[in-house]
């Protein structure tokens, strides 16, 4: 199992492209689910340096819960439908957010995140958490962000839930 990450391109969705099969080797054989999304959370940081947190909310009781993460103190649990993490949650979809403060209901844990994505984690058909990445750039997150996070949403996906 690889305990780095190594990654060499400048253009984000060549990064991407680079990280998705290290991360792959360095989950392969964990099965503690907290070590593997700590480690997902810590090589997404590595990958994208425009991110100022990113981390995981899980699925407990039918709101969610902090989980692994890297940034500032986070809020700790969140609803389903409530901000950018529960309508994601509550809606089983992507949501890209260029501007937090045109969201409504947006939930400030940090006052100087600008822009954010959530993307659900989904197992059987059902939210068992999601992955958060905020900035504090304005539409830091694109498309090529969503289209190559789902394939690590995909991936946390298959983990020991």
Known sequence: MSESIELQSADKAARYKELLPQLASLLEGEPDLIANLANITAALRECLPIASWVGFYITRKGEL???PFQGKIACVRIA???GVCGTAAAEKRTVLVPDVEQFP???ACDA???SEIVLPILRGGEVVAVLDLDSYELAAFDEVDAEH???VAKLASTLAW
Do not use: E, T, Y
Request: proline share 0%; net charge positive.
């Open 149 to 151: 996070l789902a394939h």
């Open 80 to 82: 389903f439908g409530r």
């Open 105 to 107: 209901g947006h939930i």
């Open 65 to 67: 819960v902090l989980g």
């Open 112 to 114: 100087g995140s600008r």
